[in-house]
């Protein structure tokens, strides 16, 4: 399975030339042979500020994405990297490395902001590089998150814009913010800090309305709401400036001890706890499926649209779902070509094999479709296997027919031939014929294999002599005409007979086909009930995930806005002290 996901190097994803995104049908083949489960993480941030080189060092390896040596920015578009996942089996790493944001040469941001929304989008884990603190200035150079409710739609038909951005912490990538070149002692009202306390004091809001407290909130804001989990790493400058040229070439040896071990931290945190891409109701990412998000949405952007993460699930379930029905009837063609002999003895011992073999093609189904809107798909499911059984309840009478055929012409043709030559035609002929009949009859019967049609081909058979054998029997001399008229009798009677048992078959089978019908339609009733358990399940877990999160953090912003009003009122209560303990000046009058 690890061949599969074996690149030498990076190859380019979604080309941006001169403007217009375009994904890259190479690199779509190699995502279209990785089936399995997909980590997907995507690097984002100014232009020259490093981050090709956490991708290679995620990749494990020194070279690979383009570091570049001088201050114009190296990559361009999005460029891919699957490898095996270090500390995950039989999952697929796929890195992402995006080109610079801001920079200069290009002269229009909204290409920056398509290529920020596609991270955003693509990836299960979001790393943001930039240099030095977490200050307004990185804060403002952030504003690319504050455009994602104008870039992304949670779904087809938001009734308003605050309802569908509050929708995206559902299926957002977890964010982790690597600070570079950092040389800031970590520390808060005196006492040392994690970087990510560092990270969750610069996110805290100022109290105000004016427009620099809107201006100075908003990008924090829109980090809070839409990422459902944070994580910040700090990294020192990893050698002397002039070096930084060659940090490619560079050993872990010539580097800061402290940055190296900086970013085995990082990669380590990434490797353990980056998860798999996955959509809204539990729907894991494969290559082929991250590989259909791709082309949705760069396709979106390209017709001047807005990615809509709804869209996307819905055009990847039509592929999945087709695909799924497709999966199903090729499992049933393949275990009906093993377990069915035709022709069968009874038509019971087919639909018993047809039931078992059906029961599995739609449990293939389940497990593989999503989003099946109106079960449109398993409803064709459904009519593909009913059609197919149905050609199998034809070729099996075919074949028994085609079977007894060939038994009658072998079995009874020596006698037709005696009949011709008048061997019967003669004084006791009449009881020769029947007696030889009754043998040729159990002869017949002791062929194996002749299957559903065996009485129904023989009856024909003996129909079709009766006018001999009837001649037979009038020219018999040996005979008295009371004899006569009591054989035509008997043979009438048992041709009745014969009928009415024929009769009573087709009942049978007729009920056999609608209590398989019914079978049929009950088993996908179950498998799909069980299904949709499951999937309520799922979407009512997502939806309390999501919820406590938005209660947490309104939670957090009522905590941090009466901090802020305790804070002012201590501050006016002190002030107000301050004025009252200040001496009185006093006027002495002469």
């Known amino acids: 399975m690890a061949s599969e996901n074996h690149m030498p190097s990076p190859v380019c994803l979604i080309e941006n030339t001169e403007g217009q995104l375009v994904a890259n049908q190479d690199a779509l083949n190699i995502l279209s042979a990785i089936t399995q489960p997909v980590v997907v993480v995507a690097i984002v941030g100014l232009y020259r500020t490093g981050k090709s080189y956490l991708m290679n060092k995620l990749a494990g390896k020194k070279k690979g994405f383009s570091l570049g040596s001088t201050v114009q920015s190296h990559t361009k578009g999005i460029w891919m990297w699957c490898v095996p996942h270090p500390k995950k089996p039989e999952h697929t790493l796929v890195l992402l490395d995006t080109e610079g944001l801001g920079d200069v040469e290009k002269g229009d941001n909204q290409n920056d902001s398509w290529i920020f929304a596609l991270a955003v989008l693509l990836s299960s884990t979001l790393v943001y590089n930039s240099m030095g603190t977490i200050n307004q200035q990185a804060m403002d150079q952030l504003h690319y998150v504050t455009e994602l409710t104008n870039r992304i739609r949670a779904k087809s038909s938001p009734e308003n814009d605050v309802e569908d951005s509050a929708d995206f912490v559902s299926f957002f990538p977890d964010f982790v913010w690597t600070l570079r070149d950092f040389s800031l002692e970590l520390e808060a009202n005196g006492q040392p800090i994690t970087p ?8 805290k809001l100022k109290q105000g309305t004016g427009e620099k407290h809107k201006t100075f909130n908003l990008p924090r804001l829109c980090i809070r709401k839409f990422f459902p989990k944070k994580k910040c790493f700090i990294f020192d400058r990893p050698t002397h400036r002039k070096k930084l040229a060659q940090l490619e070439m560079l050993h872990d040896d010539q580097l800061d001890p402290e940055f190296v071990q900086q970013v085995d931290v990082f990669c380590s945190y990434i490797f353990s706890y980056a998860k798999v891409k996955t959509l809204s109701g539990g729907i894991k990412i494969n290559g082929p499926r991250f590989e259909n998000l791709v082309l949705t949405y760069v396709n979106a952007i390209d017709s001047g649209d ?11 379930a039509q592929i999945e779902n087709s695909a799924a029905v497709q999966k199903a009837i090729t499992h049933y063609d393949q275990q009906m070509g093993q377990r069915v002999q035709l022709p069968t003895e009874t038509l019971q011992e087919l639909l018993d094999l047809h039931r078992t073999s059906e029961k599995e093609a739609i449990e293939i189904f389940i497990k593989s479709s999503f989003k099946d809107v109106d079960h449109l798909f398993q409803r064709e499911l459904a009519a593909q296997l009913e059609r197919k059984r149905d050609d199998f309840c034809k070729q099996n009478m075919q074949t028994s027919s085609d079977r007894c055929l060939a038994l009658i012409q072998n079995i009874f043709s020596p006698l037709e031939e005696e009949v011709k030559q008048g061997v019967y035609s003669k004084p006791g002929g009449y009881r020769l014929l029947i007696q030889k009949v009754q043998d040729l009859k159990k002869k017949y019967f002791q062929e194996p294999r002749k299957g559903i049609q065996a009485e129904e081909i023989l009856q024909k058979h003996l129909k079709s002599m009766e006018p001999v054998i009837d001649t037979i029997l009038q020219t018999d001399q040996t005979l008295t005409e009371k004899e006569k008229d009591i054989e035509v009798e008997r043979v009438k009677a048992e041709s009745a007979q014969a009928a009415a048992k024929r009769l009573e078959e087709m009942q049978i089978k007729n009920q056999q086909m609608l209590e398989q019908k019914e079978k049929s339609y009950q088993e996908h009733v179950k498998q799909l009930t069980e299904k949709m358990e499951k999937d309520r399940a799922q979407m ?39 004025r009252m303990d200040k001496p009185k000046k006093t006027c002495v009058i002469s």
């Open 306 to 316: 807005l990615p809509c993460m709804e869209n996307a699930v819905l055009a990847l």
């Open 540 to 578: 009512l877990e997502e939806q309390e995930r999501t919820l406590a999160f938005k209660l947490q953090e309104q939670a957090r912003l009522l905590q941090e806005g009466f901090q802020n009003e305790s804070k002012r009122l201590h501050n006016e209560i002190q002030s107000l002290q301050r």
């Open 196 to 203: 990510d306390e560092y990270l969750d004091n610069s996110l």
